[in-house]
Antibody, heavy 119, light 109 residues
Framework: QVQLQESGPGLVKPSETLSLTCTVSGGSLSNYYWSWIRQPPGKALEWIGYISYSGSTTYTPSLNSRVTILIDTSKNQFSLKLRSVTAADTAVYYC?????????????WGPGTMVTVSS | QSALTQPASVSGSPGQSITISCTGSNRDIGGYRYVSWYQQHPGKAPKLMIHEASNRPSGVSNRFSGSKSGNTAFLTISGLQAEDEAHYYCSSFTSTGTLFGGGTKVTVL
């Protein structure tokens, strides 16, 4: 079955760029949207944005100026870049799959990776 | 855009039924059928329990059911079991992406 796995640095300095990659195994990237979702410690989930197989993106308005999501279909991966981070960006970051015919239904998730923003 | 509104906590005894509400607006819940519910145990990734307001994915217990009325969605857990103790999050599709609720802690007494 399809599995997702996040990877990237667990510690990022303030003002620098957070970079994460999600590797998709056991399935194709087509016919799905691929999202990044984060969860600050003890707080609620926050959707960051998604990318389609063709590369079209949508980002949440509050992060739109700092976020870039890219897709590499040859490697079955998609990635997140969040610029100019602050302590408020400290969170568990999840990647997730969303069927194009079931919008908002994230049916497969990665285990999540904790990213701490600190000097 | 503000998060969808959920009660902070709901509790019930084993075997009872509980209902969690999720209130939004006509720009999210009221405007689309794409409402989902997720269960999250501590330290784990969320699990999809309901999609399109009332549809259960394969493998999810039929003790979980969802509905929607106007700008509010509901998740009902019947026959409450100890394993149902977790956080539950609603979400809705919007024109600018997905919006999550603030989460509800379900406690089995």
């Amino acid at each position: 079955q399809v599995q997702l796995q996040e990877s990237g640095p667990g510690l990022v300095k303030p003002s620098e760029t957070l970079s994460l990659t999600c590797t998709v195994s056991g399935g194709s990237l087509s016919n799905y949207y691929w999202s990044w979702i984060r969860q600050p410690p003890g707080k609620a989930l926050e959707w960051i944005g998604y990318i389609s197989y063709s590369g079209s993106t949508t980002y949440t308005p509050s992060l739109n100026s700092r976020v870039t999501i890219l897709i590499d279909t040859s490697k079955n991966q998609f990635s997140l870049k969040l610029r100019s981070v602050t302590a408020a960006d400290t969170a568990v970051y999840y990647c997730a799959r969303e069927p194009v015919e079931k919008l908002g239904a994230f049916d497969v998730w990665g285990p999540g990776t904790m990213v701490t923003v600190s000097s | 855009q503000s998060a969808l509104t959920q009660p902070a906590s709901v509790s019930g005894s084993p075997g009872q039924s509980i209902t969690i509400s999720c209130t939004g607006s006509n720009r999210d819940i009221g405007g689309y059928r794409y409402v989902s519910w997720y269960q999250q145990h501590p330290g784990k990734a969320p699990k999809l329990m309901i999609h399109e307001a009332s549809n259960r994915p394969s493998g999810v217990s039929n003790r979980f059911s969802g509905s929607k009325s106007g700008n509010t969605a509901f998740l009902t857990i019947s026959g409450l079991q100890a394993e149902d103790e977790a956080h539950y999050y609603c979400s809705s599709f919007t024109s600018t992406g997905t919006l999550f609720g603030g989460g509800t802690k379900v406690t089995v007494l």
